[in-house]
Antibody
Framework: QVQLVESGGGVVQPGRSLRLSCAAS????????IHWVRQAPGKGLEWVAV????????YYADSVKGRFTTSRDNSKNTLYLQMNSLRTEDTAVYYC?????????????????WGQGTLVTVSS | QSALTQPASVSGSPGQSITISCTGT?????????VSWYQQHPGKAPQLMIY???NRPSGVPDRFSGYKSGYTASLTISGLQADDEADYYC??????????FGGGTKVTVL
């Protein structure tokens, strides 16, 4: 069965950096696009970024563009989210989520499986 | 990237039907058939209920159905059950090759 396991969350000071990882199993990782979605405490879902099956296409929400970078290592079935210049408003549970398609050129079908999330708290 | 518009809450009695709306623009809901719906129980990860406007993944009861007209997508839950009480989110692909979620709707089973 599809499994997505996020790690790397924790408490970090404003302005600092953090890298999240997402280990995938149960599907052919190198043929699907993967999203990052976050949810602030008590709030709704916010889409963060998507990366195509081969890493050639990446798109970001305006709120993180220029600060966050997503990448993938298909040899390790792992996705990454590098978060720089963190702000208090970045505090959230971060989910990695598999798309139904490969997301070539940015065109995806939508998320079908989600991980359990990892909590990132930005606080001084 | 403004969030799609959903009602904050919808309620119904067991066995009844309810509909949740999700309104966007020509740049998202109105322009593409890549609209999905997710159910989220407290403390849990979201679960896909509907994809590409009206398609149900295997394992999702046929009590859940999706529809779109113009800039508004809708999720209908028929034969409401206690376990349907949860938060529901719509999402859509956008013209910028990004994605946007609705603000979420809390469904209460009376």
């Amino acid at each position: 069965q599809v499994q997505l396991v996020e790690s790397g969350g924790g408490v970090v000071q404003p302005g600092r950096s953090l890298r999240l990882s997402c280990a995938a199993s149960g599907f052919t990782f190198n043929t699907y696009g993967i999203h990052w979605v976050r949810q602030a405490p008590g709030k709704g879902l916010e889409w963060v970024a998507v990366i195509s099956y081969d890493g050639s296409s990446k798109y970001y929400a305006d709120s993180v563009k220029g600060r966050f970078t997503t990448s993938r290592d298909n040899s390790k079935n792992t996705l990454y989210l590098q978060m720089n210049s963190l702000r208090t408003e970045d505090t959230a549970v971060y989910y990695c989520a598999k798309d139904r398609w490969y997301c070539s050129g940015g065109t995806c079908s939508g998320i079908d499986y989600w991980g359990q999330g990892t909590l990132v708290t930005v606080s001084s | 990237q403004s969030a799609l518009t959903q009602p904050a809450s919808v309620s119904g009695s067991p066995g009844q039907s309810i509909t949740i709306s999700c309104t966007g623009t020509s740049s998202d809901v109105g322009g593409y058939n890549y609209v999905s719906w997710y159910q989220q129980h407290p403390g849990k990860a979201p679960q896909l209920m509907i994809y590409e406007v009206s398609n149900r993944p295997s394992g999702v009861p046929d009590r859940f159905s999706g529809y779109k007209s113009g800039y508004t997508a809708s999720l209908t839950i028929s034969g409401l059950q206690a376990d349907d009480e949860a938060d529901y989110y719509c999402s859509s692909y956008t013209r910028s090759s990004t994605w946007v979620f609705g603000g979420g709707t809390k469904v209460t089973v009376l």
